[in-house]
Nanobody, 118 residues
Framework: QAVLVESGGGSVQAGGSLKLSCVGSKYTSNHCGMGWFRQSPGQERELVAAITRRGFTNYTESVKGRFTISQGEDKNTVFLQMNSLRSDDTAVYYC????????????WGQGTQVTVSS
């Protein structure tokens, strides 16, 4: 059974929008936070956006005002609405969950490709 399952990736032209979804499992049901990371070829994985169970959010500077992270009522589903996409947003996007008491994100999805063409 997959721990986290992402969907919603795809190809879009610059300026367009995509919405990513991530569904957790029984392993992540008691997490204290969820987030979206991305990694492009030759680059390190970076945190794009995160949300705590209580709803506090934070974003990397380059996506502020363009991306919005939210969570479902069950707190075990997380979304990433991406607007005004740019070519440098092209990457594999990963969903992750942070168990309570952990500093790092301990559960990961398989990733979904987002490609933005200019």
């Amino acid at each position: 059974q997959a721990v986290l399952v992402e969907s919603g990736g795809g190809s879009v032209q610059a300026g367009g929008s995509l919405k990513l979804s991530c569904v957790g499992s029984k392993y992540t049901s008691n997490h204290c936070g969820m987030g979206w990371f991305r990694q492009s070829p030759g680059q390190e994985r970076e945190l794009v956006a995160a949300i705590t169970r209580r709803g506090f959010t934070n974003y990397t500077e380059s996506v502020k005002g363009r991306f919005t992270i939210s969570q479902g009522e069950d707190k075990n589903t997380v979304f990433l609405q991406m607007n005004s996409l740019r070519s440098d947003d092209t990457a594999v996007y990963y969903c992750a969950a942070r168990p309570c008491g952990w500093v790092e994100f301990g559960y990961w999805g398989q990733g979904t490709q987002v490609t933005v063409s200019s």
